[in-house]
T-cell receptor, first 115, second 115 residues
Framework: DQQVKQNSPSLSVQEGRISILNCDYTNSMFDYFLWYKKYPAEGPTFLISISSIKDKNEDGRFTVFLNKSAKHLSLHIVPSQPGDSAVYFC??????????????FGKGTKLSVIP | DGGITQSPKYLFRKEGQNVTLSCEQNLNHDAMYWYRQDPGQGLRLIYYSQIVNDFQKGDIAEGYSVSREKKESFPLTVTSAQKNPTAFYLCASISLGEGRGNTIYFGEGSWLTVV
């Protein structure tokens, strides 16, 4: 049972336009959400995060929106650049007891920004 | 510079052999994790460790073993019992209590191929 779902395996966007990557989750106990970017054969790198008590967090060209009632979050990249072409993973944090946390990842969305 | 180092980056294994992937971090992080990524799949948790000399099974621990004798090191052994070991393996660490929501840091990954 997938608790974090990224329903679009791929997305193509023209350079300069907005990229919107979506993520849905089912576990209401998730308290923090993160987005990671991954290039082929490299480890993921942290992009941006949002606490469950907020609905928006912005960092430069990247903005994450959280809709708790819909259990949905989205990552907006504006303007999109060719270097943004990568796989983007949505992750959600849950507390697993005794001071420990787990991250649950979605399957990823491959973003291609076309020059 | 602080970071996570995985080695080797590429490894070939014959069927029936055990292999060990190394993961070292100098970030003074308490928790370390091993994930596996297969094509078209998200990151799946193999094992994690919150403190030295203690570790917990993740979602797909069968056929793997770990140890945590030092805070800095969390090696993963892929045993001959792992039926489908060819994959990209990622090591990660996290420091609880950081302001960025316990951001997880990843190594660059290790490609394991069974021949």
């Amino acid at each position: 049972d997938q608790q974090v779902k990224q329903n679009s395996p791929s997305l193509s966007v023209q350079e300069g336009r907005i990229s919107i990557l979506n993520c849905d989750y089912t576990n209401s106990m998730f308290d923090y959400f993160l987005w990671y970017k991954k290039y082929p054969a490299e480890g993921p790198t942290f992009l941006i995060s949002i606490s469950s008590i907020k609905d928006k967090n912005e960092d430069g060209r990247f903005t994450v929106f959280l809709n708790k009632s819909a259990k949905h979050l989205s990552l907006h990249i504006v303007p999109s650049q060719p270097g943004d072409s990568a796989v983007y993973f949505c992750a959600a944090r849950s507390y697993s007891g005794a001071g420990s946390y787990q991250l649950t990842f979605g399957k990823g969305t491959k973003l291609s920004v076309i020059p | 510079d602080g970071g996570i180092t995985q080695s080797p980056k590429y490894l070939f294994r014959k069927e029936g052999q055990n292999v060990t992937l190394s993961c070292e971090q100098n970030l003074n992080h308490d928790a370390m994790y091993w994930y596996r990524q297969d094509p078209g799949q998200g990151l799946r948790l193999i094992y994690y460790s919150q403190i030295v000399n203690d570790f917990q099974k993740g979602d797909i621990a069968e056929g793997y073993s770990v140890s945590r004798e030092k805070k800095e090191s969390f090696p993963l052994t892929v045993t001959s019992a792992q039926k489908n070991p060819t994959a990209f393996y990622l090591c990660a660490s996290i420091s609880l209590g950081e302001g960025r929501g316990n951001t997880i840091y990843f190594g660059e990954g290790s490609w394991l191929t069974v021949v």
